[in-house]
């Protein structure tokens, strides 16, 4: 893709104009409040703003990213939806069983088994750590914190994302170019649709008027129909 970034893509001063959503689990306050400070910081001073989830832990927040993928809110397939990406907030610390590691395992394996699926622009901030002062050492820090840098990779995969939409288009126009058929001169009343190849045409994708409406409303029917 070299050449092709869009000006200030990747810069992590640049402006990003985008709505994320943000999952925090606060199941430990204090950790969770540092964490949401340095990314709400980053979030605003890159232009992007946000929505706010809070859940009580970890195993939580897979979840919540899965119901607004499945409503439709978020993925990079829906045109329509109010979120261009997401960041989890949350954090994890080893304790004397085993349960540190079905939540970390988990909760990690449900996030990316979402995000690939719905392909969501995504930045990751479950701290999973020994001890209470190592997540605070990580939370703390604002915009050189860890809820800061899940922003910054969240909001670099959204401008990713855009510059593949953008190519995804540029390759369409190309085909077309190279076919050099003109979309607009096209007239299916002088098509034989006998000889047509239909598993290779998708009319939906044809801006063309509809021969048999017209046809209908002026009396006459299409050629190669029967009425």
Do not use: W
Request: charged share 30%.
């Amino acid at each position: 893709m070299a050449g092709r970034d869009a000006k200030g893509a990747g810069d992590p001063q640049a402006k990003v104009e985008a709505r994320v959503l943000i999952i925090e689990a606060r199941y430990y306050e204090d950790i969770g409040r540092e964490l949401m400070a340095g990314a709400v910081a980053e979030l605003r001073a890159r232009g992007a703003t946000y929505d706010v989830v809070s859940v009580p832990g970890a195993l939580e927040i897979p979840q919540v990213l899965a119901q607004a993928a499945g409503k439709m809110l978020i993925g990079g397939d829906v045109a329509d939806g109010i979120y261009d990406g997401a960041v989890a907030l949350g954090c994890v610390i080893r304790g004397e069983t085993s349960h540190y590691d079905i939540v970390c395992n988990n909760a990690n394996h449900g996030l990316m088994e979402t995000i690939i699926k719905y392909d969501i622009p995504f930045g990751n901030a479950v701290l999973t750590v020994d001890s209470r002062e190592q997540a605070m050492a990580r939370a703390r820090g604002g915009r050189q914190g860890k809820g800061a840098d899940a922003v910054r990779a969240c909001l670099r995969m959204v401008e990713v994302c855009r510059q593949f939409e953008e190519l995804g288009a540029d390759v369409i126009l190309r085909d077309v170019e190279l076919t050099g058929l003109n979309l607009d001169e096209i007239d299916l009343d002088e098509i034989d649709l006998d000889d047509l190849d239909t598993d290779e045409i998708d009319l939906d994708d044809l801006d063309i008027d509809d021969p048999v409406a017209e046809n209908e409303t002026n009396g006459k029917s299409p050629k190669g129909r029967r009425s």
